[in-house]
């Protein structure tokens, strides 16, 4: 039996659904970056960012590719980088719609 659409896209946005993923693909928009180079830019263990790396791996949103002794980590493809733009544009545009009604909110109390 197959599953349902809308279950494989919740099952998706379940795996962006951490911190350090989001940084990491964040990171990989840049262009491919060894495992030392992410470590350093996100401040985390080598565990942590090895079990986060392996479920994006295993999502097959990145790519790994040994390079000697190095690991190098880059973003499957492109539509990823829009994605991110995209969450990024919408974010913006709730946050600027939260702001507004803060500043509303804050106008009311001083009324």
């Not at 090895?50 to 994006?56: C, W």
Request: hydrophobic share 50%.
């Amino acid at each position: 039996m197959s599953v349902p659409l809308y279950q494989a896209k919740a099952e998706f946005f379940r795996m962006l659904g951490h911190p350090l993923r989001i940084r990491v693909l964040e990171l990989l928009q840049a262009g491919p970056m060894p495992v030392r180079d992410l470590l350093a830019a996100t401040g985390v263990e080598p565990s942590a960012l090895s079990q986060q790396l392996a479920v994006l791996r295993r999502s097959g949103i990145v790519t790994s590719r040994r390079d000697g002794a190095t690991v190098v980590y880059a973003l499957a493809g492109g539509d990823v980088a829009e994605l991110l733009g995209a969450a990024r544009r919408i974010l913006t545009e709730v946050l600027t719609g939260q702001h507004a009604l803060l500043a509303e909110l804050q106008g009311e109390a001083t009324a």
